[in-house]
């Protein structure tokens, strides 16, 4: 079998060593703690959480409840040892994090094929195959070594917008049209507001609470996609000459421009949800949700994902990944985890399977079989996949439903619930139709290697 070089031991390259390993592949996980840690980092352990200890909602409902159990039944490493490390949480799948950790390290350091190798890593090795999976804190040297492959095609910072469900909009209150009729009439969502009603939105988002960066997050914004907060912040009138400009579109129920307008793109083929253009923020999700409710038509949205700004390193995944996360301008080379714009723990760790099941694949001769479009997996390489047009289009995401395409109900609206329940269930039927067609098992144990997670 193959040698495999992962570089971070991270969420993303745990899973993907330990998927391999299980494999038959030998692996050296190259981790550069305990010598050097990131500013994030607290821990000399592998798969530290550096941020909250939860893993986020567990019903099937939640598109991020969906990725966990799919996780779960493909064998996951990170799910094992976060089910084994949960405490009381509510609806979350929440961890200790020493026990998660521990239960993590012991798995990757007991394993026969796996070796770690502690050192920081400041150029793309020449070993192939290689996956990077140094997360969103990649050291400068080796950021600058990817940036070197890729181009202007690497983000220093993450700037997300809001996205929203399109059957939670009030289309009464919108009108859809194009700035200047240009590129059809239904290209965009338009929610107008008049001088009143935008003046008491810039004091709405001036009075917000906002999230405050990290001691080691630069926070001088690149003009270009600046929050809104701050936008707001250098003149009442900023942002109606920015992202909110009324200019070229024409209200129909007026006949005229409204004083500001705020516009909602499309986010997935099936339009099922929209993101809010230009509306990074930092306010605090809690604040974004009564703010953006006084957006006409929004009053009642449903947010499938807030808006955000903080530093992170990220590829522009469409342009610069093949369907098997490999770089196209560096055969033998893959990337993992939130370095492609994967936004999340759970994320992280099925970017880091996905990669190594798909060159698993690719090293044993085989074809290689994605997982269904229908599944969250299949969603995740969806979201890497969708090329929004322009070099800064492209945003990291957690998973969404909008990832994943609709069952039609012939015109019949389902409850929220229902919908995304049904949607789970039918990725679970897809998922272990995919999963016979990827499974280990006679391999695993024609090597003498247990997959079983060794005991604490």
């Not at 391999?20 to 703690?33: C, D, N, P, S, W």
């Not at 914004?221 to 109606?240: H, K, N, Q, W």
């Not at 994902?305 to 995944?317: D, K, L, Q």
Request: aromatic content about 6%; hydrophobic content about 45%; glycine content about 8%.
């Amino acid at each position: 079998m193959s040698k495999v070089v992962v570089i971070g031991g991270g969420l993303a390259g745990c899973e993907a060593a330990w998927q391999l390993a299980i494999r038959g592949h030998e692996v050296e996980l190259r981790e550069q703690k305990p010598l050097k840690r990131t500013p994030a980092q607290h821990t000399d352990r592998l798969a530290e959480l550096v941020c909250s200890n939860s893993l986020r909602g567990a019903a099937l409902s939640n598109a991020v409840g969906l990725l966990k159990e799919e996780l779960r039944r493909a064998g996951s490493l990170i799910v094992a040892c976060a089910d084994r490390a949960k405490v009381p949480a509510g609806g979350a799948l929440a961890v200790d994090r020493e026990v998660f950790a521990a239960s993590v390290e012991q798995a990757i350091h007991g394993h026969p094929r796996i070796t770690v190798v502690a050192g920081e890593v400041t150029a793309i090795p020449s070993d192939r195959p290689t996956i990077l999976a140094t997360g969103p804190l990649t050291g400068d040297a080796l950021a600058k070594d990817l940036e070197r492959v890729v181009g202007d095609r690497l983000a220093y910072y993450d700037a997300i917008a809001p996205i929203v469900a399109a059957e939670s909009i009030d289309e009464s209150k919108i009108f859809r049209a194009s700035r200047w009729d240009k590129g059809g009439d239904d290209a965009y969502l338009n929610a107008p507001m008049e001088r009143a009603a935008y003046d008491a939105f810039i004091d709405a988002i001036l009075a917000a609470e906002k999230v405050e960066p990290k001691g080691f997050e630069d926070t001088r914004y690149f003009e270009g996609c600046l929050p809104i907060e701050v936008m707001a912040s250098r003149g009442r009138d900023t942002l109606r000459f920015g992202p909110m400009k009324p200019v070229g579109l024409t209200d129909p129920k007026t006949g005229r421009w409204p004083w500001a307008v705020i516009q909602l793109r499309q986010e997935d083929a099936a339009a099922t949800a929209y993101n809010l253009v230009g509306f990074q923020s930092r306010m605090t999700w809690g604040a974004q949700n009564t703010v953006f409710r006084m957006i006409p038509g929004l009053e009642k949205a449903e947010f499938m994902r807030f808006g955000s700004i903080h530093r992170n390193t990220f590829v522009h995944a469409p342009r610069v990944l093949d369907e098997t996360m490999q770089l196209r301008a560096l055969p033998g080379v893959f990337l993992a985890g939130q370095v492609t714009g994967v936004e999340g723990y759970v994320e992280s760790a099925a970017g880091g399977f996905l990669c190594a099941v798909m060159l698993a694949q690719r090293l044993a001769g085989a074809a290689i079989v994605p997982p269904p479009s229908t599944t969250a997996f299949g969603g995740l390489l969806t979201h890497l996949a969708r090329d929004p047009g322009d070099k800064h289009g492209f945003q990291p995401s957690n998973i969404t439903w909008a990832h994943i395409p609709p069952i039609p109900h012939a015109g019949k609206k389902l409850p929220k619930t229902e919908k995304y329940e049904q949607l789970a269930a039918r990725a679970l039927v897809d998922l272990e139709v995919w999963l016979r067609e990827v499974r280990i098992d006679k391999a695993e144990g024609a090597a003498g290697v247990s997959p079983r997670l060794p005991e604490l």
